[in-house]
């Protein structure tokens, strides 16, 4: 079972940019290095999406509402991906969650990003 903790959401106003981190534990099979990793999130009353995904090359996809301002990037040492946010518009608002992709997928328990007007 793989664990997942996010930490770096909060409140920041448009135009801003926030950290979002993602430390991983636990039972990874054949090694964090070799699983994909992705963003997604849910913004109040709406439905949970994609938002970025790396791959164990490094190779990454965004959601078009996130190109040119969100950067996913992994650090395989420390068993952490990362999700730079800029240029923060209030429709990013949401809850932001961690995904380990595996033969299952591992959630984490999410963190508030709150982007104000």
């Known amino acids: 079972q793989v664990q997942l903790v996010e930490s770096g959401g909060g409140l920041v106003q448009a135009g801003g940019s926030l950290r979002l981190s993602c430390a991983a534990s636990?039972?990874?099979?054949?090694?964090?290095?070799?699983?994909?990793m992705a963003w997604y999130r849910q913004p109040p009353g709406k439905q949970r999406d994609s938002v970025a995904r790396i791959d164990r090359f490094g190779t990454t996809t965004y959601a078009d509402s996130v190109k040119g301002r969100f950067t996913i990037s992994r650090d395989n040492a420390k068993w952490t991906v990362y999700l730079q946010m800029n240029d923060l518009k209030p429709d990013d608002t949401g809850v932001y969650y961690c995904?380990?992709?595996?033969?299952?997928?591992?959630w984490g328990q999410g963190t508030q990003v709150t982007v104000s007007s």
């Open positions: 636990g039972g990874v099979f054949g090694g964090f290095g070799n699983s994909d």
């Open positions: 995904v380990h992709i595996g033969s299952t997928w591992s």
